[in-house]
């Protein structure tokens, strides 16, 4: 039967990879490392191996339970069961622990013929799952699918191009297949770039922080911004504005619906492939300013936004800043949910300005604040 041939399969390959690992260990005492670092060879301990052995035995009594008893686990069928190489990758790295709520995704995620082209499906297949907190994926060894070579000399240094041609994108995933398009359905998503080129420089209302202004307050406050992270920043632009004072900023942009990604990347822009409830992949005390768009909103669960601000204030450097731009909830639930959970953070209030929501049904309101994290004593 095919969920028992697969168990046995998956059972043989954990304790190969296990003779593999040990294998590793012993020959990591080998002469030629003892002979680079004589002083600590002899002492030497794995650490990261023998964690390693330890979960896949641990793997191996799941299976064997599982195996004895296979109603009591999610696999009670033999299409739920990962691939092999999957399972050797998710098992080793604890961090992938929520790619096993998705198993017929990941399963056809891994199907695939290695050192071919990668299944054009596939790249949904890597955004969903991402989407899911399943991240970082399972590595593959298939080519993935890229756009034709720009020629060099049609690459913007400005991010703020007059155009960029649509023959510079993959289309196929998306219902549009031209930024005309993206623009015609959606004129706020980020693709028109001359209407772009004017957001961040005014101040209309209240919630507004020009970048001018911005790097004023900073500069009064004898602090200098040189890096970022824009959250939930789309095609990227806080990062082209700022990158007009010399500021070096992040955009952390899915591609849902459209290519965010890809765009930032050709106005000359760093764009990190991460989810709202990812880590940010920077070292603590680094940055000196997050900003939060219109993706951080009160459709986040509470939970979720909760890590967040604090992996935000972990990233900040202190007396870095944390701007909330144009945070929407309901009234009720910022003054209940959101001004204390924002004031766990300690942060100092430089800018606090709240306007109700145009036309809004259910009382929402925007927040827009700038805060500053305290010094560290
Ligand atoms: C940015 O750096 C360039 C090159 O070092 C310099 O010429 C320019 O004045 C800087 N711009 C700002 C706004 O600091």
Not at 102 to 113: A, V, W
Not at 173 to 190: A, E, H, Q, T, V
Not at 194 to 207: A, I, P, Q
Not at 237 to 248: E, L, Q, S
């Amino acid at each position: 039967m095919g969920f028992t041939m697969g168990l046995n399969l998956l059972l043989l390959l954990a304790m190969v990879a296990t003779n593999i690992l040990s294998l590793y260990h012993l020959s990591s005492n080998s002469p030629s490392t003892a002979a680079n670092n004589p002083s600590t060879a002899s002492h030497q301990v794995p650490d990261h191996l023998i964690h390693q052995l330890t979960t896949i035995r641990a793997t191996i009594n799941h299976l064997t339970r599982r195996h004895h008893n296979p109603n009591s686990a999610a696999g009670n069928s033999a299409a739920a069961v990962p691939p092999a190489d999957l399972l050797l990758y998710s098992q080793l790295s604890p961090i992938a622990s929520a790619c096993h709520a998705h198993p017929d995704l990941l399963h056809r995620f891994m199907n695939y013929t290695p050192f071919s082209l990668c299944p054009s499906s596939s790249d949904d297949l890597a955004e969903t799952l991402i989407l899911r907190g399943c991240h970082p994926l399972p590595r593959r060894r298939c080519f993935s699918r890229t756009p034709p070579k720009p020629s060099s000399s049609s690459l913007p240094q400005n991010p703020f191009p007059s155009s960029i041609p649509d023959s510079y994108l993959l289309w196929n995933r998306y219902s549009c297949k031209s930024l005309d398009c993206l623009n015609r359905m959606n004129p706020i998503l980020g693709f028109d770039l001359g209407k772009e080129v004017t957001n961040f420089v005014s101040y209309k209302s209240e919630l507004d922080l020009p970048v001018p202004q911005l790097m004023q307050i900073a500069k009064a406050a004898n602090s200098v911004l040189r890096l970022g992270i824009d959250i939930g920043g789309g095609t990227g632009t806080f990062a082209a504005r700022m990158k007009a004072y010399n500021v070096t900023v992040l955009t952390t942009t899915m591609n849902v619906f459209a290519p965010f990604s890809e765009v930032a990347a050709l106005r000359g822009l760093v764009p990190l492939h991460a989810p709202l409830q990812q880590r940010l992949p920077v070292f603590d005390g680094t940055m000196d300013i997050v900003r939060c768009g219109r993706a951080v909103n009160r459709w986040i669960p509470t939970v979720a936004l909760e890590f967040l601000l604090f992996d935000i204030d972990r990233v900040l450097r202190s007396g870095g800043y944390l701007w909330l731009d144009h945070f929407f909830s309901k009234g009720v639930d910022l003054e209940k949910v959101y001004a204390p959970l924002i004031g766990k953070l300690g942060y100092r209030k430089v800018k606090w300005a709240t306007a109700s929501k145009a036309d809004s049904k259910s009382g929402e309101v925007f927040l827009t604040a700038l805060l500053q994290k305290p010094v560290t004593k």
